[in-house]
């Protein structure tokens, strides 16, 4: 009797964990899959490593930073690159008009705009995606109000908007983020309440329905995982434009503001030693230049591989 009930309680636990090594299997397989197709594109490839060297730039700043990025010495301003006459090996990149070290406000700006970035397209992608199904799967009222909305929000082109929040709310990290997701949802709404819309008339939508599945449970289990690539590409291209505005913001004054090192704070900075300290202002929108054409590159390349319609060509 006792091994019986033993083997019995095997069976059952056997039972139970079969379905969660289903699972992980599957999930497994798809990572590699992803990852071979990713490693098969080439422009993509490289748009994912130069976006994990930022990230991981940004991680490590404390550690990696040279120099403090928010303390100066005057007696050390203006010293050009290493590279350029008069450089010096200790200021890789020069320094700018208060001696801050323009390797480590780089270093430090890259992390400010990574986080900035990655919370706003973060935020608005939950808020417009929710939004975008409930409004997309049961019309009515509440889907006429949302699109009134987005309508009348996106009349008003996305950096005169975020300026004018910037100048109500008043500069600072968490405000600027505000204001960035404020606007950023509507594009995810839009995009999510089609792709559901379309979705909603199909067969297996109508088969889930019709065996009594909850609505909650058809939207979050059967129609989002198959609008998935649409949200995940429209995040990754949409978030090298905010970065972008919150660079903007900064560098009108509106965004992050000095002695935090952030890119386009620097940028504006260096606008009045364009030509005796071209560095202040070049370097750090060359970074910023490299990281937007980075995660295009790899926005590009996750609609080519995530888009079941251009998987057969």
């Known amino acids: 009797m006792n091994r019986s009930t033993t083997e019995m309680a095997y069976k059952k636990t ?10 992980i299997n599957l999930l497994f397989n798809n990572v590699m899959d992803f990852s071979k197709k990713l490693v098969r594109h080439p422009s993509a490839c490289i748009g994912a490593i130069v976006i994990s060297l930022f990230m991981a730039v940004a991680i490590f700043a404390p550690w990696i930073a040279p120099h403090s990025a928010v303390e100066g010495d005057l007696m050390n301003r203006f010293v050009p690159p290493f590279w350029v006459d008069g450089g010096s090996a200790k200021f ?7 001696g801050m070290d323009l390797l480590s406000r780089i270093i430090w700006g890259a992390r400010v705009s990574m986080t900035v970035g990655i919370i706003a397209i973060s935020s608005a992608m939950i808020i417009g995606t929710t939004l975008g199904l409930i409004a997309g799967y049961f019309r009515g009222w509440f889907d006429t109000i949302l699109c009134r909305i987005s309508e009348l929000m996106s009349a008003f082109p996305f950096l005169i908007f975020a300026i004018a929040m910037m100048a109500f709310l008043g500069p600072g990290f968490w405000n600027l983020i505000l204001a ?8 995810f709404f839009r995009v999510v309440r089609g792709e559901i819309m379309n979705e909603k008339t199909k067969e297996y939508v109508e088969a889930a329905v019709a065996i009594g599945r909850s609505h909650f449970k058809v939207m979050v289990s059967e129609v989002l995982p198959n609008i998935i690539h ?15 505005m919150e660079a903007s913001l900064s560098f009108l004054g509106l965004g992050i503001q000095p002695p935090t ?16 300290a071209w560095w202040i202002t070049t370097l750090p929108g060359i970074a910023l230049i490299i990281l937007i054409l980075s995660i295009n590159l790899l926005g590009e390349g996750l609609r080519d591989i995530l888009d079941p319609r251009l998987k057969s060509k």
């Open 14 to 23: 056997q039972a139970s964990i079969s379905p969660q090594r289903q699972k």
């Open 180 to 187: 960035l997701v404020f606007i950023s949802w509507i594009e």
């Open 261 to 276: 090192a952030a890119w386009g704070s620097m940028i504006s900075a260096g606008r009045d030693y364009m030509l005796n």
């Open 230 to 244: 649409s949200i995940l590409v429209l995040a990754t291209l949409r978030l090298g434009f905010l970065i972008i």
């Open 92 to 98: 890789i990149l020069g320094t700018d008009s208060m």
